[in-house]
C-alpha cells in the first residue's frame, strides 16, 4: 500500500517561513503529477499547488508569488516552500496526486498555524 508522509508543519508567526515536505512510497512516482492542498477548520479542502511529472508547476491564486512547489524524483519527495504567511494560511497542509490523477490514501498531513 502506498504510503504518504507529509512533515515540516510549525507554528510561526506572520510573515515567516516554513518548507513542507511529503515522501510517497510509490514506484511510478517520477511519472506523477503531484500536488499539495490545505483543510483550514470547518473548511472543505483546497489546492494549494501542483507540479507536473515534467516540473511544469501552478499556484492558486491566494499563494501565488508566496508558494513555490518543488519535487525530487529520485527521493520521491514533494516539497513546498511557503514565505511571507499569513494567518490565512493555517491549516492541515496535504499532498497527493493532482487533480484528474491518480489519488493516494491520504496521509495524517502537517499541521501549520500562523500567528499574526
Known amino acids: 500500500q502506498v504510503q504518504v508522509v507529509e512533515s515540516g508543519g510549525g507554528l510561526v508567526q506572520a510573515g515567516g517561513s516554513l518548507r513542507l515536505s511529503c515522501a510517497i512510497s510509490v514506484i511510478t512516482f517520477s511519472i506523477r503529477d503531484m500536488g499539495w492542498y490545505r483543510q483550514a477548520p470547518g473548511m472543505q479542502r483546497e489546492l494549494v499547488a501542483t507540479?507536473?511529472?515534467?516540473?511544469?508547476?501552478n499556484y492558486a491564486d491566494s499563494v501565488k508569488g508566496r508558494f513555490t512547489i518543488s519535487r525530487d524524483n529520485a527521493k520521491k519527495t514533494v516539497y513546498l516552500e511557503m514565505n511571507s504567511l499569513k494567518p490565512e494560511d493555517t491549516a492541515v497542509y496535504y499532498c497527493n496526486g493532482a487533480p484528474g490523477g491518480i489519488v493516494y490514501t491520504w496521509g495524517q498531513g502537517t499541521q501549520v498555524t500562523v500567528s499574526s
Open positions: 507540479i507536473s511529472h515534467t516540473g511544469s508547476t
